[in-house]
Each structure stands twice: as structure tokens, then as C-alpha cells.
């Protein structure tokens, strides 16, 4: 995108210390909500997440001037979901875009304080690579059981926010995931980067996009499935390179 002019980047910067002001300070709200009401059992935290992210929506969309684009239809059948990441943005709107999944993360993300007892009361589905055969079977009946509930199950399979237009490999965590769960795969591919850029407190007005791609169906070699899903996430970020999975 082109540079803002002066005045541009002035505006931005209020733009962004307001909603910043707005945000955090209606999160910290909504976190003491959640601790208060965790003890009456974990999914009246689902609702509160909820409220949480179209709060977020809101203010992108009135305070920092961004619209949000939805190319493609969500498919009725539980799917798991992989989506291209560059933002925060993405994060938090994926709780009202995505119809309250159920993420799969690693670890530290579980362990942040409060922070962490809120996400797993809400589903926070705890990746751990040395966990073995057991801790996939773990994975495989918290997904089932978010299926049974109506929720799509949603990975970042980059595994870290990525410059927009980069084209990071992915994770072998989504390999594992793609294996167990045995669903058809929703990729999804964006551009919060442009206007959201990750490490930057400056946010600027525009129109993000998401573009749902054509379902990747369940069962497919490992090579071929990654192979498809590396193509879609990144339909938003020019040519396809040929080094698409990391093994680590």
C-alpha cells in the first residue's frame, strides 16, 4: 500500500490510540466477566467471547475505518478450519467470523495468566508436539465433542502472525491435526496485515478481505494436503513458491 501523507498518519495515530483506549480497557471488563462467571461452568464464557469479539469488529469498523470483506460461504458440515496469519486482528475476530470455534494452539498460550484459564474455559485446544499418541487422542475428542456442539475447529498452520505478502511454510502440527480429526479442511486466506500490520501500534483505515477457498476433502496424503492448503491460505499474497512445509 502506498505511504500515508502527513496528515494521514496523524489521523491514523488518533484513530489507533482510541480504539486502543476503547479495546483494552472493554477487555479487561469482559476478562473479570469471564473469571466471574467460570465457576458456574466453562460455556457461559462462550457468549461473553463473543460480545468480546464484536466489540472488536465495532470499533475496527467505526473507529479505525476498516470493512471487512467475506468472499465464499461457510459450509454447513463441521470442518476444520486453517486460515492464513498476520494480525491480531484475525485472532480476535475469528470468535463471531468463524461461529465460535474451537482453537487449536500451542501450549504457552495456555499459560498465560488469566488470560489462559479464560481461553481454555472458552476451547483452547492445547497442541503439544512431544505429547505422542495420546495426547492426539486427546485432540481428536475435544474436536469431536466441538463438532457435536456446531463448532468448527481453527488453526493457524503458519504458527506465528507473517508479514502480509510473505509466504511462511507451515507448521507440522496441521499434518497431525488433518490426520486425527478426519473432516474436510476450510482454508482461508486474508489480508489483515495491510491495514493491521503485526508489531505495529499504527493501524490504517481500508477494507480487509477473506476469501474462503474450495474444501479440501479428508483423507488426502499428507504431501498433497499440505500442498493444497499452502496454495489457498496464501491466495491473497502473489505467486506460489515451491518450499511450503517446515518440519520442525
Same mark, same amino acid.
Given at each position: ?98 461461529? =465460535? @470455534?474451537?482453537?487449536?494452539?500451542? &501450549?504457552?498460550?495456555?499459560? !498465560? %495468566?488469566?488470560?489462559?484459564?479464560? #481461553?481454555? $474455559? ?81 493501524? =490504517? @483505515?481500508?477494507?480487509?478481505?477473506? &476469501?474462503?477457498?474450495?474444501? !479440501? %476433502?479428508?483423507?488426502?496424503?499428507? #504431501?498433497? $494436503? ?23
Amino acid at each position: 500500500m502506498p505511504p500515508l501523507s502527513p496528515l494521514g498518519t496523524v489521523v491514523a495515530f488518533i484513530r489507533s490510540a482510541l480504539f486502543a483506549v476503547l479495546f483494552y480497557g472493554m477487555t479487561v471488563l469482559l476478562l473479570l466477566a469471564c473469571l466471574s462467571v467460570m465457576p458456574f461452568g466453562a460455556r457461559k464464557v462462550v457468549p461473553l467471547a463473543e460480545v468480546w469479539s464484536r466489540i472488536h469488529r465495532f470499533l475496527a469498523r467505526w473507529v479505525l475505518g476498516q470493512k471487512i470483506v467475506v468472499e465464499g460461504d461457510f459450509p454447513n458440515e463441521p470442518v476444520f478450519i486453517v486460515s492464513k496469519h498476520e494480525s491480531m486482528f484475525e485472532t480476535l475476530d475469528a470468535v463471531m467470523l468463524f461461529q =465460535r @470455534p474451537v482453537i487449536a494452539a500451542k &501450549r504457552e498460550l495456555g499459560s !498465560i %495468566p488469566v488470560w489462559g484459564a479464560v #481461553a481454555k $474455559a472458552y476451547g483452547l485446544i492445547i497442541v503439544d508436539r512431544k505429547g505422542g499418541a495420546s495426547a492426539l487422542r486427546g485432540i481428536r475428542a475435544e474436536a469431536r465433542a466441538a463438532f457435536a456442539d456446531g463448532r468448527p475447529v481453527l488453526l493457524y498452520p503458519e504458527g506465528t502472525r507473517v508479514p502480509h505478502g510473505e509466504r511462511a511454510p507451515l507448521k507440522a502440527g496441521f499434518a497431525g491435526l488433518y490426520k486425527v480429526l478426519g473432516v474436510p479442511v476450510l482454508p482461508v486466506a486474508l489480508d489483515t496485515g495491510r491495514l493491521s500490520p503485526r508489531n505495529s501500534f499504527l493501524k =490504517r @483505515p481500508g477494507t480487509i478481505t477473506y &476469501r474462503l477457498g474450495a474444501l !479440501i %476433502p479428508a483423507g488426502l496424503p499428507r #504431501a498433497e $494436503a499440505e500442498r493444497r492448503v499452502h496454495v489457498a491460505i496464501n491466495a491473497l499474497n502473489g505467486p506460489e513458491t515451491a518450499e511450503f512445509v517446515d518440519s520442525v
